[in-house]
């Protein structure tokens, strides 16, 4: 499976921006799928997860409350609602994608899209 993740942008603390992960192919039902972020000279992070049909959804204590990760399996697209945004969720955010189910570890997926800047200003 491909993915291309998009939606990313400038925008000031306490605003709010949309992800979108759209993936290639039939099977993108049987994937879990995972948002990742990484900020520069940090590791990646586990930011969200989502199981295959969208009813169990789980998330880093980080973005809890505040983010929302959802599935359209119709449209092949999974989407992170990023909602009052902060500095420290700067980072480059990545989708993931694995036939083995959830995982809060990034080394759990085989599938990883280009990556999509968010900036949050102070």
């Known amino acids: 499976v491909q993915l291309q993740a998009s939606g990313g942008g400038l925008v000031q603390a306490g605003g709010s921006l949309r992800l979108s992960c759209a993936a290639s192919g039939r099977t993108f039902s049987s994937y879990a799928m995972g948002w990742f972020r990484q900020a520069p000279g940090k590791e990646r992070e586990f930011v969200a997860a989502i199981s295959t049909s969208g009813g169990s959804t789980y998330y880093g204590d980080s973005v809890k409350g505040r983010f929302t990760i959802s599935r359209d399996n119709a449209k092949n697209t999974v989407y992170l609602q990023m909602n009052s945004l902060k500095p420290e969720d700067t980072a480059a955010y990545y989708c993931?994608?694995?036939?083995?189910?959830?995982?809060?570890?990034?080394?759990?997926?085989?599938?990883w899209g280009q990556g999509t800047q968010v900036t949050v200003s102070s």
């Open positions: 993931a994608a694995d036939r083995w189910g959830v995982d809060r570890k990034s080394s759990g997926y085989s599938y």
